[in-house]
């Protein structure tokens, strides 16, 4: 099997789903577009996983085709529109969740409270919160870890080398600014399809 080709066991206390064919199709997409898979999830039942730097709708099609080739059942935030209309039914089968931003303590609130009504339940989340250049990192996926009392664990989309880079999990502390530079060094290295684009975690 090609180096690129290959895609890391999971654990079995991570939630499940798909079969062999879609692994097949995940790997098979990653393979086409030259991506590989770095790392290794930690073998958890509940786990906010943040992935930036997001500055391309590629990002989207690397995200999915890797969930699909890890056999990952994970849920994923985003904002409200892209769940209207008739892609509505297929965002959702691919494990989205509509929020609205214009209400983020209730976005942090509602989360956290499917957190607590799930046995197991991995959650992807941009902490850039859009695809533009921003000043500083959204923090909702901070409060949801902290209030849901899961880690952190940091997957890096870098551009630079085609490779999804799975960091180290990060369990909330009481010092948040020394959890969020630990983060942004899981980060340093990765350049976004956009360079220009990609947002420090400040």
Same mark, same amino acid.
């Given at each position: 099997?090609?180096?690129?080709?290959? /895609?890391?066991? %999971?654990?079995?206390?991570?939630?499940?789903? #798909?079969?062999?064919?879609?692994?097949?199709? $995940?790997? $098979? /997409?990653? #393979?086409?577009? !030259?991506?590989?898979?770095?790392?290794?999830?930690?073998?958890?039942?509940?786990?906010? /996983?943040?992935?930036?730097?997001?500055?391309?709708?590629?990002?989207?099609? %690397?995200?999915?085709?890797?969930?699909?080739?890890?056999?990952?059942?994970?849920?994923?935030?985003?904002?409200?529109?892209?769940?209207?209309?008739?892609? $509505?039914?297929?965002?959702?089968?691919?494990?989205?969740?509509?929020?609205?931003?214009?209400?983020?303590?209730?976005?942090?609130?509602?989360? /956290?409270?499917?957190?607590?009504?799930?046995?197991?339940?991995?959650? !992807?989340?941009?902490?850039?919160?859009?695809?533009?250049?921003?000043?500083?990192?959204?923090? #909702?996926?901070?409060?949801?870890?902290? $209030?849901?009392?899961?880690? %952190?664990?940091?997957?890096?989309?870098?551009?630079?080398?085609?490779?999804?880079?799975?960091?180290?999990?990060?369990?909330?502390?009481?010092?948040?600014?020394?959890?969020?530079?630990?983060?942004?060094?899981?980060?340093?290295?990765?350049?976004?399809?956009?360079?220009?684009?990609?947002?420090?975690?400040?």
């Amino acid at each position: 099997m090609p180096a690129h080709s290959r /895609v890391p066991d %999971i654990g079995d206390a991570l939630p499940r789903s #798909g079969g062999s064919i879609s692994r097949a199709l $995940g790997r $098979g /997409v990653l #393979g086409l577009l !030259g991506w590989r898979i770095e790392g290794t999830l930690p073998n958890v039942a509940k786990a906010v /996983v943040i992935v930036a730097p997001h500055t391309s709708n590629w990002d989207f099609v %690397i995200g999915i085709a890797a969930k699909f080739a890890l056999g990952l059942r994970a849920a994923w935030l985003g904002k409200n529109t892209l769940f209207r209309g008739p892609l $509505g039914p297929v965002m959702r089968w691919l494990g989205g969740i509509p929020v609205d931003r214009s209400k983020p303590h209730d976005v942090v609130a509602q989360t /956290v409270a499917r957190f607590a009504g799930s046995e197991r339940l991995v959650l !992807g989340i941009s902490p850039e919160g859009t695809r533009k250049a921003v000043a500083r990192w959204r923090m #909702g996926f901070y409060h949801i870890a902290c $209030g849901a009392a899961v880690p %952190i664990v940091p997957v890096a989309f870098d551009w630079s080398r085609h490779a999804l880079v799975i960091g180290p999990p990060l369990v909330p502390s009481d010092d948040p600014d020394a959890d969020l530079a630990a983060l942004a060094a899981c980060f340093a290295p990765a350049r976004g399809r956009r360079g220009e684009l990609t947002s420090p975690p400040r």
